[in-house]
């Protein structure tokens, strides 16, 4: 069975840092490439990043500069590093594997995990 968990999730002051974790479970998680989507509310799911078998990261122009996206293969754990962090960086953070096509897509992604909240205060 497989489990995505999210945790690191937080109440932060604008400009500040939090990094999420995923902990992966049930799945060879170093044949997968992951992502992280986030969802505020009254919004769409929307892509965060992704990252490769290769190390290759993908950002959302919203993100890039500011977020980072690791792995940790033996430990079968995604991570994303958020700093500078926005009042518009407020929603619950997934993270999810990607079964084909665009990495960019929501479609694209077939387990999910149940979310993190992040909120961001100004």
């Known amino acids: 069975q497989v489990q995505l968990v999210e945790s690191g999730g937080g109440l932060v002051q604008t400009g500040g840092s939090l990094r999420l974790s995923c902990a992966a479970s049930?799945?060879?998680?170093?044949?997968?490439?992951m992502g992280w989507f986030r969802q505020a509310p009254g919004k769409e799911r929307e892509f965060v990043s992704g990252?490769?078998?290769?190390?290759?990261?993908y950002y959302a122009d919203s993100v890039k500069g500011r977020f980072t996206i690791s792995r940790d293969n033996a430990k079968a754990t995604l991570y994303l590093q958020m700093n500078s962090l926005k009042p518009e960086d407020t929603a619950v953070y997934y993270c999810?594997?990607?079964?084909?096509?665009?990495?960019?897509?929501?479609?694209?992604?077939?387990?999910w995990g149940r979310g993190t909240q992040v909120t961001v205060s100004s």
């Open positions: 049930g799945l060879t998680f170093s044949n997968y490439i």
């Open positions: 990252i490769k078998l290769s190390g290759v990261t």
């Open positions: 999810a594997t990607f079964t084909g096509g665009s990495v960019y897509s929501i479609q694209s992604y077939g387990y």
